[in-house]
Structures are given as structure tokens and as C-alpha cells.
């Protein structure tokens, strides 16, 4: 079941032949080497009783000696017994608030006269650095890629930001108790679409240190900015025999070759019924999926009537507004929106891009305030639909 | 000189100021706001007062006595448009626990001369008595809402107030869960939006001032509280604040009250 692929990227131009081993000591030079070549650079760190991702000044402020316990609806931070850097999963956050932000202003609109003047907002440049990117991840950003860049309609704020992203992508040895990477085919480890990508090797003593792979050109140039010492095979073994330890602890599975079949046939199933009765459609689950990719546009006028402006903001299938036409909400019962949701996610996305819409992170599993468990409700349809058949 | 600016008012029920003072608190907004918009009646403000009828009354508190009742109805009478603004208004207000209580009892016990006490058996929101245009919710209100709603009503356009949950501000402004991450009791998954997710963003779980959001799942939250440990008399207690007489809170609190 594990991934037992070598960890070669389809998408890099260069062959990754190499690894080379980075001290934890010296995890600070990559920082700073990012630093250096312009990059602002965004990572984990521990804030309001969590891991979530911001702005990081220097390696100092990464969750050294943290981890997390993950359950459904629930999340605890808690101190590990040795110095990992990497030893937690997904976060409060995803990288979709750096790609994809909550919230932007698309342009704004001036009385001048009769007339009236209209000023585009420039998506912002942004040279961004992603560091610590889990292997679900990096599938996530690749499934908004689709959507928001490579679909008939490009989004400039997107593209803008994502155009120069580095990502420096960390292979996970731990997972969470809501993790599914390997049902959904996309983790423990890094496959495709990183610069670099560490694997964390004894966190426990003086040996503490990162296997990095290359994963681009430019990957490899702030890799020899580094002067790393190359890799021994036993290093690259270490970081395969973690993943196969990863591989095999997954908090949860799915399987989604049955969950899109299943959904579109249990359409009218009265499961949904027994869900709308848990679930608050309060959103949650949409907001921290790193692929859901909605968004609503409001237009507003200030009080003088000169100034007009849109903004974009994160939406979801579980508001009112979000099918409301004509008059009316079409989705109008918890029910029908939450059969939307996972529907979309699990089985509609193939019709659409080509794949399923979820990449097994987990995190709508914990951070649903009430704990509803995408796969256990998939499990429950399937329990169902075997004891009905219809 | 013709004035064509609309004229407003603003009118005060049983309630604290907060939310009228909300509008006085648009300082950097106010020159552009008495500019766009004639203040006719707004005795918190000034004195001087234009008589009516007028464009558009913002209506404050909540009806407690049978003069406020007949009073409401005047102002109705005399406005073009009605907006009530706050829990008080749109909601009872605190002053809504009364209905859960024996109002008779109360005036023996907290007042020398009960005989001078004249007040109805409950506090009832604005709409339960005339017809309103616009709620806007809160306790108090948030300014920057107040402002949208006010530039809406002057343009002929449909305000931008959404009735979502507070978890979707929560979420957008980057707060990590305080019920999922430190199992609090967050008021926050059936609430309407409108504050900007304030209190989670200080380590709070939400209070819930603003009141239902469009499709509360009270008894689906509470089962989520109670396997955090949350007990009976703490639902109650969550449950009847500023929105206790909101019809969705109403019901949860009753359902677990005692
Ligand atoms: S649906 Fe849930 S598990 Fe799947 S990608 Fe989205 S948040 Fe992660
Ligand atoms: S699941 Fe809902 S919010 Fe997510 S992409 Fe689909 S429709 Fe949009
Ligand atoms: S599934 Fe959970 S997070 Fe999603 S809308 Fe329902 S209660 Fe909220
Ligand atoms: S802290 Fe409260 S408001 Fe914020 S997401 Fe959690 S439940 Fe919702």
C-alpha cells in the first residue's frame, strides 16, 4: 500500500538524481538563502493554541518539539519528546489563504463628473515561499492549479501569486489521526511539484537532520547555495522507510474508487436526512479544504456615491446565498447541502477535472466543529447501499 | 436653497445607547453622512429636531411597555423606511429574559413602590409590532455594517449583509477553531455573521450578539458542547443573552431549561 515510488517529479525538468543531507543546525541557512533571493517566506509556527501558517522571519519561529492529536472535531497541540521540526500534520490553515486569499478587492470605481473612472487592482506581486508543504498538499495546490490557472478562465490573483512560489515540501512521518493520504493516492511522502523536499531524519539527538531532495532548477540553485554534503544510501533508505511507517499509521481510509460511483447513486438516500441532523452548515468544512475553490463577489457603493468598489471573498455550498437565484435558495435543507459538498468533492470533481476534489488531508474532519467524518459517512452510504441494493 | 438630502431619525426603545452610539461613533464618516443624509431627529445627538414625517427611521430597543407599543406605531406611521438596528430591536434584547420570568414577582422584589411600575410581561422585538425594512443585527451593531446599510439605503441598492455563520468570518480572517483546538463553547456555527469574528480572535469562544444565523442547528452544536463536557445550566445560560428571545435560541434554551 505504501508509496514505493522513487521520489522523482514528473513535472521537474532536471532529473533528480541527487539528495544531499542539510544539519537541523543549518535549517536556518535555508531560510535565510530563500530570504536572500527575495522570497517572503511562509511556514508553520504555534499560535492561538495551534499550528498555523505565517510569515517566517527566520527558522527559530518554525514548531520545534511540536505536534498535534487530531480527532474528529477535535485538535490538540502537545510537546514531543524530541526537537522535530516537522513532527505534526496539516495545521488550523492551508496554503490556500497565500495562493487563493480570503478576501480581495478586484477593483474600484471613481465619480468623476458625469462620468466615471474605473481602477483595476493589480493582483499584488508576490514572491512567495511555501515551506513545509505536505505531499496532500502539494496535490491540493495541484487541483486549484487546474482550476484557477489552467481552466478556461485563468484567475490573475492566483496566477500572480502562484506564478513564483517556491515550495519546500516536507514529508510526513506522522500521521494525524484524520489523515487519508494514501487512500486519496497522494502522500505520506512528496512526489511532484516541489522545489525541494525534506525528509526529517533523528529528530531525538545530535544527528538531527534533513535528507533534501531537488525538485526543479531552482530548487537545485538554493540547494548549492547551500553546500550540502551528499546523501548516503542509508539516509535515502532512513527517509523511504519512514514513509512506509507513515503509509501504514493513516488515521483513516476511503475508498474513492467506490465513494464516486456511490454518491451519485445515493442520491436520494436517507442518510442525508440523519447528516442534516449533525451538521450546523456553518461552512467550516468548505473554508479549510485546500481545494474548494469558491468564492462570491460583492459590490458596494460608500455613502457619497463616488466611490464604488468589488471584492471577492471565500463562499461555500453550505450558505444560503451561495444557490440563491431568482428569489430563492435552491439548496435550501442541511441535507441538500451537504450531499453537495461531498458529492462535489468526491465524485462530480472527476466529470469536472479529471480527479477526486480531495486530497485526503483531513482537515474537515477535525476542524468540523461537531466531528463529521467525511469518510465515515462514505462508509455509512456504502453500509447502506450494500444492505438496499437499489 | 431645496434640501434634497433624505431626512432620518433616530428613535430609542428599551435598550442601552450602544448601537445609537455606534452611529455616532462613525466619526471619519460623519461630515459625508450629514452631508448625504438630513439628521431630522436624533435627540442623542441634538437637540434641535425637524418635525416629520421622514426618509428613514433607525429604530433602537425593544417594546416593554404599552406606550411603547402606541409610540411605535406612530414613528411607522411617520416613516418612509424602517431599519431597527441591534439586538434589542430585532431580537427583546437582555431585557427579553423577562419572558422566562414572572415580570409580577420582579416589581415586588426590586422596587420600593411597585404601584409606579407600569411594563408589559415581556420585551418583544421591533417586527412583532409593525412592519420593518431591515434588521440589521448586533449587539451593538458593527459600524462599518451600520455605514453599508445607511450608503445601500441612500443609493437604491440592496445592502451587503450577509446571514451566514460567524465561522466563515472566523475562518477567512485566519483564527484557528477555539471550540475544535481548546473545546470551547462556541456560539459561533449558529450565528450570524456581521462582527468580523471578534471574540474567537481573541481566544473567545463567540457570545453569539448577533443573534441566529439563517439556518441554526442549536441541538446539533449542543451535542458537540456536551462532548466537550458542557453541562445543562451552561447551555441554558449561553443560549439566553442579548438574542434569548430569538425564536431558534428561544427554543434550545427552553428545550434544556430546567
Ligand atoms: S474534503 Fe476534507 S479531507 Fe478532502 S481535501 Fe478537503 S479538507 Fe481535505
Ligand atoms: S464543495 Fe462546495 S465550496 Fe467546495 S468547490 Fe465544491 S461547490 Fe465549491
Ligand atoms: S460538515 Fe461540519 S464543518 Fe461542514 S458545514 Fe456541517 S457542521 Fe460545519
Ligand atoms: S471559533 Fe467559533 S466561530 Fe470560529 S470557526 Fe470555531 S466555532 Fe466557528
Known sequence: ?390 | MSDNRKTLAVWKFASCDGCQLSLLDCEDEFLTLADTIRIANFTEASSAVIAGPYDLSLVEGSITTTHDAERIREIRAQSRSLITIGACATAGGIQALRNFADVEEFRRVVYARPDYIETLATSTPIAQHVKVDFELRGCPIDKRQLLEVLSAFVHRRRPVVRADSVCTECKRRGTACVMVAQAQPCMGPVTHSGCGAICPAYGRACYGCFGPMESPNAEALIAGWQRHGTGEPDVVRAFRTFNAGAAAFRNASEKHGA
Open chain 1, 1 to 390: 500500500m505504501a508509496d514505493a515510488s522513487p521520489p522523482t517529479s514528473p513535472d521537474a525538468a532536471t532529473e533528480i538524481a541527487a539528495a544531499f543531507v542539510l544539519p537541523a543546525a543549518r535549517l536556518a541557512d535555508l531560510v535565510t538563502a530563500l530570504r536572500m533571493e527575495g522570497y517572503a517566506v511562509h511556514g508553520p509556527m504555534v499560535r492561538d493554541a495551534a499550528i498555523v501558517l505565517g510569515p517566517l522571519a527566520d527558522a527559530v519561529a518554525l514548531p520545534h518539539g511540536w505536534t498535534t492529536r487530531q480527532s474528529p472535531g477535535g485538535y490538540r497541540l502537545e510537546r514531543r519528546t524530541d526537537a522535530a521540526v516537522f513532527g505534526f500534520t496539516h495545521g488550523a490553515d492551508s496554503w490556500k489563504k497565500l495562493l487563493h486569499p480570503p478576501r480581495v478587492r478586484l477593483w474600484s470605481a471613481e465619480r468623476q463628473g458625469a462620468d466615471f473612472v474605473v481602477h483595476e487592482d493589480a493582483p499584488a506581486p508576490a514572491k512567495l515561499a511555501l515551506f513545509g508543504v505536505r505531499g496532500c498538499d502539494l496535490r491540493a495546490i495541484a487541483a486549484q492549479d487546474k482550476v484557477l490557472l489552467h481552466g478556461p478562465y485563468p484567475d490573475a490573483e492566483y496566477a500572480a501569486r502562484r506564478a513564483e512560489a517556491f515550495i519546500v515540501a516536507a514529508d510526513c512521518a506522522e500521521p494525524s489521526g484524520t489523515c487519508f493520504c494514501v487512500s486519496m493516492g497522494t502522500g505520506p511522502s512528496a512526489r511532484a511539484g516541489f522545489d525541494l523536499a525534506l525528509a526529517e531524519l533523528d529528530p531525538h539527538g545530535d544527528a538531527h537532520r534533513f535528507l533534501v531532495r531537488i525538485g526543479s532548477p531552482r530548487g537545485g540553485a538554493v540547494a548549492a547555495q547551500l553546500d550540502l554534503a551528499p546523501a548516503a544510501g542509508a539516509d535515502i533508505a532512513a527517509a523511504a522507510a519512514l514513509a512506509d511507517i507513515a503509509a501504514a499509521n493513516m488515521g483513516r481510509a476511503m475508498d474513492k474508487d467506490a465513494a464516486r460511483a456511490l454518491l451519485p447513486a445515493q442520491r436520494e438516500s436517507a442518510h442525508w436526512q440523519d447528516v442534516a441532523q449533525r451538521c450546523l452548515t456553518c461552512a467550516n468544512c468548505t473554508m479549510v479544504c485546500p481545494t474548494c475553490f469558491c468564492t462570491t463577489v460583492e459590490d458596494t457603493s460608500d455613502l457619497s456615491g463616488d466611490i464604488a468598489e468589488r471584492w471577492r471573498q471565500w463562499d461555500s455550498c453550505f450558505t444560503f446565498e451561495f444557490s440563491h437565484v431568482v428569489g430563492a435558495t435552491v439548496r435550501e435543507s442541511a441535507s441538500a447541502r451537504y450531499r453537495h459538498w461531498i458529492t462535489h468533492k468526491l465524485s462530480a470533481w472527476y466529470e469536472q477535472f479529471g480527479e477526486s476534489g480531495c486530497v485526503g488531508c483531513g482537515r474537515c474532519i477535525t476542524w468540523c466543529p461537531v466531528g463529521i467524518d467525511i469518510t465515515a459517512e462514505v462508509a455509512a452510504l456504502q453500509d447502506l447501499s450494500q444492505r438496499d441494493p437499489r
